[in-house]
């Protein structure tokens, strides 16, 4: 089968097609037949040498795929050979096949393409397990998300209105402060322009803050909450190492968490798809969700895909198609 391999950590150019075996499956596991691989920041990372594959996992990127069931192993009752799928992989998305977790499918959302489908599972899996599953969710309440044009704030901007929160994005320019206003955002901050800090606590200060920059953020975040709130650090685009002063923390009350998902248990990936199944599914078909694709690249130019995401040139999801 065709692959996607890194002949070495480095750049997106040390991208390249590659040849290996298809996969053999394991028993709960169904072999996938991949129409589309969605990009993420854990691929740039890992492509850079910084978050090594988990062990048994796939070393190939990609942590989520699109495409139809050509396999089943034992244990596998919920799927059959034949079903279109998108699905939560542990790695070895960038191929034409791929082994998966059968509980870590899902179908393709009504009103969602096959190859759209390809972007959901990683966004919807991080955003919904970190901030909403098994959490009380009052509406009303302010949801701030930094990064909203991106793959993880898109998807958090439309979860958070869904469910009746106002929800504030920053954005790097007014097109992307237009692109998060039409997802259901409240408000749209420029960064370039506005202090989140300032527009937030004008507001009545945030709720739930979900980042993925760091840095200077991290105490900001903590000036931007309101009492009680709950900080959700996601990834550490600006460093993850500051000097910060604590003591709000203690002062206000808060809650200051994080979580890389890839590490997580199946038994809790399994639960999380099956509450996104029963909460947020149906959503897509009723048009009040709907899938954020920007572009889909052939496998060839995975490099490109890599370079776009990483100079944040994107709104939604990358994706990358061996069959185009």
């Known amino acids: 089968m065709k692959t996607i391999e890194m002949r070495e950590a480095g750049g997106p150019e040390v991208l390249e097609i ?7 499956i394991q028993p709960g596991e169904v072999l996938i037949k991949v129409i589309a691989a969605g990009v993420n920041g854990p691929d740039l990372v890992q492509r ?45 998305g960038y191929a034409e096949y791929v082994a998966v977790n059968a509980t870590h499918c899902l179908p393709v959302p009504k009103g ?19 901030l909403f599953f098994e959490h009380k969710i009052t ?32 954005c790097a320019n007014q097109n992307d402060c237009n692109y998060v206003n039409s997802l259901g955002a409240e408000r749209a901050i420029n960064f370039e322009s506005e202090d ?22 991290v105490a900001r975040n903590i000036k931007a909450a309101s009492p009680d709130a709950r900080i959700v650090q996601l990834a550490f685009n600006a460093g993850s190492k500051m000097q910060i002063n604590l003591m709000p923390i203690m002062l206000k009350r808060l809650i200051y968490t994080g979580s890389t998902l890839r590490s997580r248990s199946d ?43 990483q100079q944040a ?5 990358l994706l990358l198609s061996p069959c185009l």
């Open 139 to 170: 509406p009303g309440d302010l949801l701030l998300v930094h990064g909203g044009a991106g793959g993880i704030g898109s998807t958090a901007v439309q979860i958070g209105a869904l469910l009746g929160l106002d929800v504030y994005a920053t």
């Open 267 to 309: 038994g809790f990936k399994a639960a999380v798809a099956i509450d996104l199944r029963a909460q947020i599914w149906p959503s897509f078909a009723q048009g009040q969700l709907a899938a954020q694709t920007h572009r889909v690249f052939n496998f060839e130019n995975a490099a490109d895909a890599h370079l776009m995401m």
């Open 48 to 92: 850079r040498g910084h978050y090594p594959a988990p062990k048994g996992a796939s070393d190939l990127l990609g942590l989520e795929v699109s495409g139809e069931i050509v396999a089943t192993a034992d244990r596998v009752t919920e799927w059959a050979v034949g079903d279109t799928v998108c699905a939560l992989t542990n790695g070895g």
């Open 18 to 24: 590659g040849s290996r075996p298809i996969p053999q």
């Open 112 to 130: 969602v393409s096959a190859t759209d489908a390809a972007g959901l599972c990683e966004t919807y899996f991080t955003v919904w397990s970190n």
């Open 196 to 217: 989140f800090v300032e527009v937030v606590r004008t507001a009545g200060g945030a709720n739930l803050i979900l980042d993925i920059i760091g840095g200077d953020y």
């Open 313 to 317: 040139q994107h709104r939604g999801k």
